[in-house]
Structure formats: structure tokens, C-alpha cells
């Protein structure tokens, strides 16, 4: 049989160069190789595998701490101050030392998770330093749950809470992003704000309470509202400023209910329920100690409107840095992407498809960071932890902007870059922060 010659496509053109073996085999093992890709990048599209990643990171990070800062002391994270405990009345577990001057805010934790029923002022030689401190009861309950009542062994569950709700934070973070149309991988932006780090390492509540938090805008989206409403009560009892959330839920609700005369019904009781808890626990303690703790809180950690904003970021401005890296210039870097991050969620309020009560929260934390006292913002050494709210209501909002496949074409779109942008700006910042908690403080 007579082999047929390649004839030129066109009159005058050479005929094609046939491929050669070698040539083809490269082409197949390429596109084997993407297929193989492409299965994997499906595969790892789920929530799991960010809350995977995320309970890992923070486990290796708390590992490393505990090896190199405190040299395997993991009491050592506690830092109790001699202002507020009482010789001869202590119980500390071993490896707590009492350090000079006021400590910092794990110490009340630590003491409320000896016996979270104990609300006197002064228990096991430590006393509180105001009654606010009751109202953030939620996590002292779950570390006294997992240690078992066991006091010896709250220090280590202490850690453990938060390492746990930081995979909880990072697989809520990729059903977010499953739900906004994007790969799952992209809720490890949630668990990678750096301040939440700190709380790691000082053991305080702001990884538990935005778990709780998280938890409930999921559950509120998937209409659980019972369950919805559990979450984000435990929540306000953690941390008191997830109200700003059940009060932006109240308030889209109530105006729909207006505009279309509808009656109160088991939706509202996601708002309802943190309301009535955080209520009812403000009597509690009243009843306890005889003051209510959210006036106490009042006047701490509220003041003029923008002023402890504007004079914190002149401040470290004025005292930059340029010939070492200090936690001056780590604070600026902290927020420039609390920022960038809040300035680009704000400018996709319209577009992102999230709930309207998520949009209306962001809002809120907002207006909450900008009242809070110069303490507040003048702590260096606090990585901006207590303005994690406003980080992660505006990573929801844009990974409620609907998810675009990457071509030449979609560049130009705010969607193919939004993301990348939030991710390439928060990296550094908790990069730096971890290895600071891990080396040197």
C-alpha cells in the first residue's frame, strides 16, 4: 500500500514538518501532568483541607514557641503580673511564674478556667482587674471542659482551644469560599490574620470567639437559625464584641420586616438569642459582684470618636524606623493590610453577593475600632488583635464576590486580583509576627 505524501495546506507553503516520537511523548507527559493538576486542585477544593492546614500551622507554630521562647514551659505563656495577686492566696500551676508589673490579659483567663463558677473578685491569688472580665466567660468554660476540672492541666488546654478554633476558623474559611464560587484554599485567608497568632501565644479569647462568630454567619446562610443562634450567644459570652454581628442581623432583619410587614418568626431568633444571653449574663454578674460588667467596659475601652486613631498612627509614624526593624514598623505594616484589606471589602459592599447583614457588620466593626480608647491602639505588642473582627468581615465580603477563571481576558476584572491582593499583603505581616512570638517574646 503506497504511503501518502503531506500535502502543503496552502499553494506554495512547505509541507508540515511531521512531529517526531520524542516531540510527542513530551506533549503527552505535559498533558498528563495537567490533568493530574487539575484532579488535585479539585480534590483539595474543600473546607477540610484549609482547616487542615490552618489546626497544622497553628499546632507547628505552638510547638516552635513552646521549644524556643519558653524552652517546653508552657505555663510560661501565662504572664501573671504582681499587681493583681495575692501572696500566700496563690494556686498556680507549675511552670507560672509571677512577672513584675501588671501582666497581660491571659492571666484572667487563666484564673476564671480554674472554676469558671468562681465570680468573686479575687480567686486562687488573682484578682481581676475590673468586672468586664466576667463577661468574656466562653472561653474560660470550654478550657475547664477539655482540662476536665483538672487545674494542672488548664494551662495546656488553654493553647490547645485556640489551636483548635484556628483549624475551626480555616475550614469555615473554605465553605465561604466554596459558597463566593472560589477554591476552597482561599479560606486560609481567615485564620491568617497575624493578630490572631498573639492570641495563641497569650492565651486570650479571640480565636475561639471568631469561630463562634464564623460559625454563625455560616449557619445563618444555610438557614439553621436555632443553631445560628446558639453559636453567635456563646459568642457575644466569649467576646462581647460579636454583638456588633447579632445586631447587624437584627437590624437587615427588622427593615425587611418593615418593608414587607412580616411578623417575627424563628429566623430572628439568630439575633434574639445572643441578645437574651448577653443580657441575661449582664444580671448574672450584676447580681454577683454588683455592678454591671459592660459599664466597666465602657469606660475603659470606649472614647472619642477617630481621636485614639489618629494619634496612634502619627505617633508611629513619627517614630519610624529606617535602620532596624521594630514593632513601630511591624505595627504600620499590621495597618496598612488591616487597611487594604477593609478599603477593597468596602469598595465591593454593592457587588458582593454575601448576606446583607455580613456587609452591615463590617460596617459596625468598623465604627468599633474607631472608638475605642489610645490604650487600645498604642499597643504595639498586641499585633491589632482586638480589630480581628473588621480583618475577617471583609475577607467574607470579598470571597462573596462571585469567582472568575483566570484568563488574559478577566485580568482587567477586580475579581481576578482581589484576592491575590489580600493574600499577598496579609502573608508578610503574619510571617513577621510569627517569628517574632516564636523567638523573641
Given at each position: 500500500m503506497a504511503v501518502r505524501e503531506l500535502e502543503p495546506a496552502y499553494p506554495g507553503s512547505p509541507p508540515p514538518i511531521p512531529a517526531r516520537p520524542r516531540d510527542r511523548t513530551l506533549v503527552r507527559c505535559l498533558g498528563s501532568l495537567a490533568r493530574c493538576l487539575e484532579a488535585l486542585a479539585r480534590w483539595l477544593d474543600r473546607p477540610l483541607?484549609?482547616?487542615?492546614?490552618?489546626?497544622?500551622?497553628?499546632?507547628?507554630?505552638?510547638?516552635?514557641?513552646?521549644?524556643?521562647?519558653?524552652?517546653?514551659?508552657?505555663?510560661?505563656?501565662i504572664l501573671v503580673g504582681r499587681t493583681f495577686t495575692t501572696p500566700g492566696r496563690m494556686w498556680l500551676a507549675p511552670g507560672i511564674g509571677i512577672r513584675p508589673g501588671s501582666g497581660y490579659d491571659g492571666q484572667f483567663y487563666y484564673r476564671l478556667a480554674l472554676n469558671p463558677a468562681n465570680l468573686r473578685h479575687t480567686a486562687y491569688g488573682i484578682s481581676l482587674d475590673a468586672p468586664y472580665?466576667?463577661?468574656?466567660?466562653?472561653?474560660?468554660?470550654?478550657?475547664?471542659?477539655?482540662?476536665?476540672?483538672?487545674?494542672?492541666?488548664?494551662?495546656?488546654m488553654l493553647v490547645a482551644v485556640n489551636v483548635t478554633a484556628l483549624g475551626t476558623i480555616?475550614?469555615?474559611?473554605?465553605?465561604?469560599?466554596?459558597?463566593g464560587g472560589h477554591h476552597a484554599a482561599w479560606g486560609l485567608l481567615l485564620?491568617?490574620?497575624?493578630?490572631?497568632?498573639?492570641?495563641?501565644?497569650?492565651?486570650?479569647?479571640?480565636?475561639?470567639?471568631?469561630?463562634?462568630?464564623?460559625?454563625?454567619?455560616?449557619?445563618?446562610r444555610y438557614?439553621?437559625?436555632?443553631?445560628?443562634?446558639?453559636?453567635?450567644?456563646?459568642?457575644?459570652?466569649?467576646?462581647?464584641?460579636?454583638?456588633?454581628?447579632?445586631?447587624?442581623?437584627?437590624?437587615?432583619r427588622l427593615v425587611a420586616i418593615c418593608r414587607r410587614r412580616q411578623r417575627i418568626g424563628r429566623p430572628d431568633l439568630?439575633?434574639?438569642?445572643?441578645?437574651?444571653?448577653?443580657?441575661t449574663w449582664e444580671v448574672v454578674v450584676r447580681a454577683v459582684t454588683g455592678s454591671f460588667p459592660l459599664d466597666a467596659d465602657d469606660d475603659r475601652n470606649a472614647g472619642t470618636p477617630f481621636i485614639a486613631a489618629y494619634d496612634a498612627v502619627r505617633n508611629n509614624l513619627h517614630n519610624?524606623?529606617?535602620?532596624?526593624?521594630?514593632?513601630?514598623?511591624?505595627?504600620?505594616?499590621e495597618f496598612a493590610v488591616l487597611i487594604v484589606v477593609a478599603a477593597m471589602a468596602l469598595a465591593c459592599l454593592?457587588?458582593?453577593?454575601?448576606?446583607?447583614?455580613?456587609?452591615?457588620?463590617?460596617?459596625?466593626?468598623?465604627?468599633?475600632?474607631?472608638?475605642?480608647?489610645?490604650?487600645?491602639?498604642?499597643?504595639?505588642?498586641?499585633?491589632?488583635?482586638?480589630?480581628?473582627e473588621v480583618y475577617l468581615l471583609a475577607v467574607v465580603v470579598l470571597l462573596g464576590m462571585p469567582g472568575v477563571r483566570l484568563t488574559r481576558h478577566s485580568l482587567n476584572k477586580p475579581v481576578a486580583w482581589l484576592l491575590p491582593v489580600a493574600a499577598a499583603w496579609a502573608l508578610p505581616a503574619l510571617i513577621v509576627v510569627g517569628s517574632r512570638r516564636i523567638f523573641w517574646s
Open positions: 483541607v484549609p482547616g487542615l492546614a490552618a489546626l497544622l500551622g497553628a499546632l507547628g507554630f505552638a510547638l516552635a514557641r513552646w521549644q524556643r521562647w519558653s524552652r517546653g514551659d508552657i505555663g510560661s505563656w472580665r466576667l463577661m468574656r466567660i466562653g472561653y474560660p468554660v470550654l478550657t475547664w471542659l477539655a482540662s476536665a476540672g483538672q487545674a494542672a492541666l488548664v494551662p495546656v480555616g475550614w469555615l474559611g473554605g465553605a465561604f469560599a466554596r459558597q485564620p491568617a490574620y497575624f493578630g490572631l497568632l498573639t492570641s495563641v501565644s497569650r492565651d486570650t479569647a479571640e480565636p475561639v470567639a471568631c469561630a463562634l462568630l464564623l460559625a454563625g454567619l455560616l449557619a445563618i438557614r439553621h437559625s436555632v443553631l445560628a443562634g446558639v453559636l453567635l450567644a456563646f459568642g457575644v459570652l466569649t467576646r462581647e464584641t460579636v454583638i456588633v454581628a447579632a445586631g447587624a442581623v437584627a437590624a437587615v439568630a439575633w434574639l438569642l445572643p441578645a437574651a444571653a448577653f443580657i519610624l524606623s529606617w535602620t532596624e526593624f521594630t514593632w513601630t514598623d511591624i505595627w504600620l505594616l454593592r457587588r458582593s453577593r454575601g448576606p446583607a447583614h455580613e456587609r452591615v457588620a463590617l460596617v459596625g466593626f468598623l465604627i468599633e475600632i474607631l472608638v475605642v480608647t489610645p490604650t487600645t491602639w498604642n499597643s504595639l505588642n498586641a499585633d491589632l488583635r482586638s480589630f480581628v
